[in-house]
Structure formats: C-alpha cells, structure tokens
Nanobody, 129 residues
C-alpha cells in the first residue's frame, strides 16, 4: 500500500511563490515516475511536471521557467517550487506515483485511471490578481 500526502498549498497574489511537498510511504519501489498534476472544477486533469528514475524531468509548457520539480529520495519526498504564479495556476494540485508509460500517457492528456499508480489527496493553490 502506498500513501501520498501533499502539503504547502495556499493563497498568494500573482507574481508570488509557493512550494508544495509530497511525502510518500509504503511500497513505492515499483513506480519509476513521480509527478505533479493539477485540476480545476469542470476541467480535465493537467500534467504540471514529472521526474523519472534517471532524473529526467518534463514540464508542461505553461509552467516552464516558473516551476521546478525536485526530490529527496532519502525522505521519500517530492517537491514543486512555483514562482511567478499567475491566476491561471489556480487549481487543486496532486502528487502522483506512476509507472513511466502511464505517466507519459497521463502527461500527454489521456484521461484514464491506470491500474497501478497512486494519487495524493490534493492541495489547493489559489492565485489572485
């Protein structure tokens, strides 16, 4: 069983910064990719950033140059530093562990529930103009 717990969301004005954290527990060794997604009510889930076991990183075009994903394997933690936030970044942000084939598909926008993989409960980020 795997458990993911996010923290660090909140409210900030446009141009501000927030840092999200995700701590994993349980049997996480089967998943080669870790990442962040976001979702607003009535919209599809959207990939934000992910990192694989070779430390290759992918970012969504909308966040390139503003967001940075990192990890601390010793703490089983995944982070997302968000700078120069914009109102359109407002969303619920979710941490996820997936196999890399599934992560790639999800990041490309395919909306499905992988048989494997895990999601956190989400943390809200609100950016006001």
């Amino acid at each position: 069983q795997v458990n993911l717990v996010e923290s660090g969301g909140g409210s900030v004005q446009a141009g501000g910064s927030l840092g999200l954290s995700c701590v994993a527990s349980g049997n996480t060794g089967s998943f080669g990719c870790k990442g962040w997604f976001r979702q607003t009510p009535g919209s599809d889930r959207e990939g934000v950033a992910y990192i694989d076991s070779t430390v290759r990183i992918e970012y969504a075009d909308a966040v390139k140059g503003r967001f940075a994903i990192s990890q601390d394997n010793g703490k089983a933690a995944l982070y997302l530093q968000m700078n120069n936030l914009k109102p359109e970044d407002t969303a619920m942000y979710y941490c996820t562990l997936q196999t890399c084939p599934d992560m790639s598909m999800l990041f490309d926008g395919y909306q499905y529930a992988p048989r494997l993989g895990h999601w956190g409960q989400g943390t809200q980020v609100t950016v006001s103009s």
